[in-house]
């Protein structure tokens, strides 16, 4: 994996983790590896909607699509958690 991709992979993880912990120096990171400002805001844009669009869906129990077995499993046997049948 280039360092580019590691770089993404970092920030995307903490942000979506850790935002709280987010600075400057996660952007720099960024930079350092070669994306350009447009890039650094693509990534930031893009994990920050994946992490809204997943918690509005657990927040209203949207049921999982079939194809996500493991997870489908975790709630057919949590009777707190909205089931995908």
Avoid: C, H
């Amino acid at each position: 994996m280039q360092q580019r991709q590691r770089a993404i992979l970092a920030y995307a993880e903490k942000l979506t983790r850790t935002p709280g912990a987010m600075g400057r120096s996660d952007v720099s990171d960024l930079v350092n590896a070669g994306l350009s400002e447009v890039e650094v805001l693509d990534v930031n844009q893009i994990t920050g909607y994946f992490a809204y669009v997943n918690r509005l869906a657990d927040g209203l129990g949207v049921p999982l699509e079939d194809y996500w077995p493991a997870e489908s499993d975790r709630r057919r046997s949590d009777p707190e958690l909205p089931s995908t049948s």
